[in-house]
């Protein structure tokens, strides 16, 4: 059976940081790329990151770039979101995702196994 935990979402001021786990069980970890994604109230679920099978070949979209990082410790099935200078507009539910494709890929219908989700909030 496939699972995907994610923690280390919480309450953070603005500028402040976090930073996502995703532990993966059921699967060959290193054969999969990893996305991580994002969904506020009442918007869409959108894309925020992922990291090829080999964790050399990260992804972001432009509303996180500079600012998220994402990484994976193969040895360990996990993958990290460093997610510094939050801003209010990254309060969401985030999810992490596994995919069969070596890349990843901003489109959720390429991914495979999903999470349950873990909440950041960002607020004074």
């Known amino acids: 059976q496939v699972q995907l935990v994610e923690s280390g979402g919480g309450l953070v001021q603005p500028g402040g940081s976090l930073r996502l786990s995703c532990v993966v069980s059921?699967?060959?970890?290193?054969?999969?790329?990893v996305g991580w994604f994002r969904q506020a109230p009442g918007k869409e679920r959108e894309f925020a990151a992922a990291v090829s099978w080999s964790g050399l070949t990260p992804s972001y979209a432009n509303s996180v770039k500079g600012r998220f990082t994402v990484s994976r410790d193969n040895a360990k099935n996990t993958v990290y979101l460093q997610m510094n200078m939050l801003q209010p507009k990254d309060a969401a539910v985030y999810y992490c995702?596994?995919?069969?494709?070596?890349?990843?890929?901003?489109?959720?219908?390429?991914?495979?196994?999903w999470g349950q989700g873990t909440q950041v909030t960002v607020s004074s």
């Open positions: 995702a596994v995919s069969r494709g070596r890349f990843g890929s901003i489109l959720e219908r390429e991914y495979d196994y």
């Open positions: 059921g699967l060959t970890f290193s054969d999969y790329s």
